[in-house]
């Protein structure tokens, strides 16, 4: 599965849009680009996933770029209870492997 | 709503006890997961089971062993605890879905376990 590269952290004030990039330059054709976050002492949280074209749900939209090599996970509406660590994950297959993620801070 | 429920939150043992641990999903998931999560290692598969008395070694086996008997539950066994496997144990589930890369992971809460 390719690597993927987050920003360590990120603050967002209440309210508004945050927006987390992930790095993902050596990824496969077949391989999808999927997002989870974990709320402290909770276990993880399916977000979204994609593969080529941008999605949307209830929770969050995710935006890929056209080579696929980055992607952008925006929560449009952020509040207090999305702060979390996110992870970004590449993958073809059922092999979850979370690194380090990114802890978003939300503010009031 | 879906859930994933395990059998303890916090669990302390002594070393070289046998412990189990339990995971139960009520979604009629075919797929079932073991992980462990360690700061600085991320999350870690340990074994993983596709059906009934299915199962498949992940990334780090060594010490565990795991059951399932019932679509439903998946145990986790350290046939004789170390200290090295004080850990956060997560359990997860999925669909089937046969190119595997569509189905999203329903996680329990986990289980914190500490071997003194």
């Known amino acids: 599965d390719a690597k993927t590269t987050q920003p360590t952290s990120m603050d967002c004030a209440e309210g508004r849009a945050a927006n987390l990039p992930c790095n993902h330059s050596t990824i496969s054709g077949n391989e999808y680009v999927y997002w989870y976050r974990q709320i402290h002492s909770q276990g993880p949280q399916y977000i979204i996933h994609?593969?080529?074209n941008n999605e949307t749900n209830e929770m969050a939209s995710l935006i890929i770029t056209e080579d696929r090599k980055s992607s952008t996970l925006i929560l449009p509406h952020a509040t207090l209870r999305d702060t979390a660590v996110y992870y970004c994950i590449v993958i073809m297959g059922y092999k979850l492997s979370f690194g380090a993620g990114t802890t978003v801070t939300v503010r009031a | 709503d879906v859930k994933v429920t395990q059998s303890s939150r916090y669990l302390v043992k002594r070393t070289g006890e046998k412990v189990f641990l339990e995971c139960v999903q009520d979604m009629d998931h075919e797929n079932m997961f073991w992980y462990r999560q360690d700061p600085g290692l991320g999350l870690r598969l340990i074994y993983f089971s596709y059906d009934v008395k299915m199962k498949e070694k992940g990334d780090i086996p060594e010490g565990y062993s795991v059951s399932r008997e019932k679509k439903e539950r998946f145990s986790l066994i350290l046939e004789s605890a170390s200290t090295n496997q004080t850990s956060m144990y997560l359990c997860?589930?999925?669909?089937?879905?046969?190119?595997?890369?569509?189905?999203?992971?329903?996680f329990g809460p986990g289980t914190r376990l500490t071997v003194t």
């Open positions: 997860a589930s999925s669909s089937y879905i046969p190119l595997g890369a569509r189905d999203e992971q329903y």
């Open positions: 994609g593969l080529k």
